[in-house]
C-alpha cells in the first residue's frame, strides 16, 4: 500500500510542464518586452533563446536522464566535477532563492490588487493602523507560512497548486492569442502597431536607442528564460524519469521560446505604442494591465460595443490578468519553496546539516528544513520592514547581491556538462548532443552569452546613474555566498576526515 501511494505521487509530464511554466515562463515578460523594444524585442529573445535557453534545456535533459535517482543540480555537477564545486554552486543558488522569495512576498499582492479592485491600489492597504510597507509585509508573512505549511503534506499538494498556476500562465497566453487575432481580423487585417522590416531592428522606445540600452535589454531577455534548474530536485519523483523528464523539459523550452516571441508580435496586433504605451504613467510595474485593459478595450470596440461598455470589458480583462499572474506567482512559490531547499538538503551530503534537517515526514518532505527556512524569510522580511530606513536599505542590498548569484549557478552547471560529456563512465540514456565537440561548443556559448549578462549587469549601474555601492553590493553577493558556502564546506571536511581517525 505504501509502495502504491508512493507511485500515486509521482509527477506526471503534463504536471511536470506545468511545474516548469510556473518557474520559468514569466507572462509579465511579454509586455514589458513590447514596452521598452516594442517588435524589434523578438529578436532579442530569439537570441536569448538560441545563445542561452535552448542548448541550457537540452543540457538539463541529459543531466536529469543520467541521474534520474539523484536529488538536483548538486549530484549532476558533483559526478561531473568535484564535490566542492557543486557545494559552492548549488548553495549560492538556494541563497539567491531566499532572497527572491523576501522579494515577492511583497510584489505578489500588486496582481490581487488589479484582480479586486481593477488597479494598484497596495499604496493605500493598511492593517491594524499600519503603513502600506508594513502591512504588505504582513501579508508576506502570512503567505510564506501558509505554503510551507501546505508545502509538508507532499509533493501532490505542490504539483496541484504549481499546476494551477502554470494552466493560468498558458491561458493568460491564449487570451493574448486569441485577442490579438480577433482585433487583428475586426480591424481588416490591421496592426495597430505597424509592421515593417525596421520594425523588428528599432525600439519605438526612446529610451531604448542607445548601445547601451539595448545591451541592458538583452541581459534582461537572456534572464527572462532562468529558473530552469529549480525543477532539477524532481527527477527522482517524476513517472517514468529517464523519458518523462528530458521529454518535460524539451516541450517546455521549446514553447517557452516561441511563446515568448509570438506574444510580443501578438500584442502589435492590438497595441500602437504611441497611442497607449507612451504616457508617462506607463512604466515597467503596470504595462501588464495596460496591455491587457487595452486588449478587452479594442475586443469591445470590435464588438460593436458602446464606449463604456469597451471600458468595463477592458477593466475585466485586466481584472484577470491579475488574477492569472497572482496565482502564477502563487505555482512559483510552491515550486520554489520546496525544489531548491530539497536539493540543497537532501542532495548534498547529509554529515553538513544537522541530523534533524535531512529527516522527512510520511510526505517524504524535509519539514524541519521547510520551518527553518520559512522562519530565515519572515525574519529577514520583518526586519527590512519594521527595522527602518537601514535595514529597508539592507534588504535592496541584498536583492542586488542576489541578482548575479542566482545566475552564475548556470555557469556552474555548463561548466560541468562538458566535464559530464567527456566522462565515458557517466551511463546517458538520452543524448540530444551526439558530439562531444558540439556539447562544448554549445556549453562555452552559454557560459558566454550569461557571463556577459552578468558583466553588464554587475557594471551598469556604475556606467549609467554613477551607482557603485549597487555595483559593489552585486560583486559582493557571489563572493559572500562562495565563502559561507566553503565554510559549511571545509567543516564537513574536517568531520569526515575526524572520523576517519
Given amino acids: 500500500m505504501g509502495k502504491e501511494n508512493k507511485q500515486m505521487s509521482k509527477l506526471t509530464l503534463v504536471a511536470l510542464i506545468l511545474m516548469i511554466f510556473t518557474s520559468v515562463f514569466g507572462f509579465n515578460n511579454i509586455p514589458r518586452a513590447f514596452y521598452l523594444m516594442g517588435y524589434s524585442a523578438i529578436l532579442w529573445y530569439l537570441f536569448g533563446a538560441i545563445a542561452f535557453f535552448i542548448p541550457y534545456a537540452f543540457m538539463m535533459a541529459e543531466y536529469g536522464a543520467a541521474f534520474k535517482e539523484e536529488k538536483g543540480i548538486y549530484a549532476w555537477m558533483e559526478r561531473a566535477v568535484g564535490a566542492k564545486f557543486a557545494f559552492v554552486g548549488t548553495f549560492m543558488w538556494f541563497a539567491s532563492y531566499i532572497v527572491w522569495m523576501v522579494s515577492v512576498s511583497s510584489s505578489i499582492w500588486v496582481p490581487l490588487s488589479n484582480l479586486i479592485f481593477g488597479s494598484d491600489v497596495t499604496s493605500t492597504w493598511s492593517l491594524f493602523g499600519l503603513n502600506a510597507p508594513k502591512t504588505l509585509a504582513i501579508l508576506g508573512v502570512v503567505l510564506i507560512v501558509v505554503i510551507t505549511y501546505l508545502s509538508t503534506k507532499g509533493l501532490k499538494s505542490i504539483s496541484k497548486i504549481a499546476s494551477v498556476g502554470g494552466f493560468f500562465v498558458t491561458s493568460a497566453n491564449i487570451v493574448l492569442l486569441v485577442g490579438a487575432l480577433i482585433v487583428f481580423g475586426g480591424n481588416g487585417f490591421k496592426a495597430a502597431e505597424p509592421i515593417s522590416f525596421s520594425a523588428f531592428f528599432n525600439s519605438p522606445n526612446p529610451s531604448y536607442t542607445s548601445i547601451l540600452a539595448i545591451f541592458s535589454f538583452l541581459v534582461y531577455a537572456i534572464f527572462a528564460y532562468g529558473g530552469l534548474e529549480a525543477v532539477g530536485g524532481l527527477v527522482d519523483q517524476t513517472e517514468n524519469s529517464e523519458k518523462t523528464f528530458p521529454t518535460g523539459i524539451k516541450i517546455s523550452a521549446i514553447v517557452i521560446a516561441i511563446g515568448y516571441s509570438l506574444g510580443i508580435l501578438m500584442i502589435g496586433l492590438f497595441t500602437n505604442w504611441q497611442e497607449i504605451l507612451s504616457s508617462p504613467e506607463v512604466s ?218
Avoid: H
Avoid at 288 to 306: A, E, M, P, T
Avoid at 314 to 324: D, E, H, P, Q, V
Avoid at 354 to 375: D, F, H, R
Fill in 284 to 501: 515597467r510595474a503596470n504595462v501588464s494591465y495596460v496591455v491587457i485593459k487595452n486588449l478587452g478595450v479594442q475586443l469591445g470596440n470590435v464588438f460593436g460595443l458602446s464606449p463604456k461598455g469597451a471600458a468595463i470589458m477592458g477593466t475585466w480583462f485586466a481584472r484577470y490578468i491579475g488574477l492569472a499572474m497572482f496565482l502564477a506567482l502563487i505555482g512559483a512559490f510552491f515550486t520554489l519553496i520546496y525544489s531548491p531547499l530539497k536539493q540543497l538538503i537532501e542532495g548534498t551530503p547529509k554529515e553538513i546539516w544537522p541530523e534533524s534537517w535531512t529527516k522527512v515526514n510520511k510526505n517524504n518532505m524535509p519539514v524541519k528544513a521547510l520551518w527553518i527556512q520559512c522562519l530565515i524569510v519572515v525574519a529577514i522580511i520583518v526586519v527590512a520592514s519594521f527595522g527602518g530606513d537601514t535595514a529597508a536599505a539592507f534588504l535592496d542590498l541584498l536583492i542586488l547581491m542576489s541578482n548575479v548569484a542566482m545566475t552564475i549557478p548556470t555557469i556552474f552547471l555548463a561548466i560541468a556538462f562538458i566535464a559530464f560529456k567527456k566522462n565515458d563512465n557517466i551511463d546517458k540514456p538520452f543524448i540530444i548532443f551526439k558530439s562531444k565537440s558540439f556539447a562544448t561548443i554549445c556549453a562555452v556559448i552559454v557560459i558566454i552569452t550569461v557571463g556577459f549578462a552578468n558583466v553588464f549587469t554587475i557594471i551598469q549601474p556604475a556606467i549609467e546613474a554613477s551607482k557603485y555601492v549597487d555595483t559593489i553590493a552585486q560583486i559582493a553577493g557571489p563572493v559572500i555566498f562562495s565563502v559561507v558556502a566553503l565554510s559549511l564546506f571545509n567543516v564537513y571536511e574536517n568531520k569526515m576526515k575526524k572520523n576517519k581517525l
